[in-house]
């Protein structure tokens, strides 16, 4: 089975910058597509970025584009999260998940198959 490791979570103040990193084990992460998906308390899980099994294609949500950029290292069997221009609703838990290889932007957590277990993200005021 795929396990998924997030980390580079961490406390930043607002304007400042994170990378999260997720690293993938047990499945062959190049046939993967892989989103990050993010949950505040109270609020339901919501979308954040996609990226498709190659890198070539990446979608964001409306609320993060031009902000954060997805990317991925299928040599390293890594993906990534640039965060930039944090602010405090940009405070919640963080996901990476895996998908099968697709050309559609997978935005929906239902659609994913293994989620990691989160990292903390918390932007001050």
């Known amino acids: 089975q795929v396990k998924l490791v997030e980390s580079g979570g961490g406390l930043v103040q607002a304007g400042g910058s994170l990378r999260l990193s997720c690293a993938a084990s047990?499945?062959?992460?190049?046939?993967?597509?892989m989103g990050w998906f993010r949950q505040a308390p109270g609020k339901e899980r919501e979308f954040v970025a996609s990226i498709s099994w190659s890198g070539d294609l990446t979608w964001y949500a409306d609320s993060v584009k031009g902000r954060f950029t997805n990317s991925r290292d299928n040599a390293k069997d890594t993906l990534y999260l640039q965060m930039n221009s944090l602010r405090p609703d940009d405070t919640a838990v963080y996901y990476c998940?895996?998908?099968?290889?697709?050309?559609?932007?997978?935005?929906?957590?239902?659609?994913?198959?293994?989620w990691g277990q989160g990292t903390q993200v918390t932007v001050s005021s």
């Open positions: 998940a895996s998908r099968p290889a697709s050309l559609k932007s997978g935005r929906e957590s239902s659609e994913y198959n293994y």
């Open positions: 047990g499945g062959s992460f190049s046939s993967y597509n």
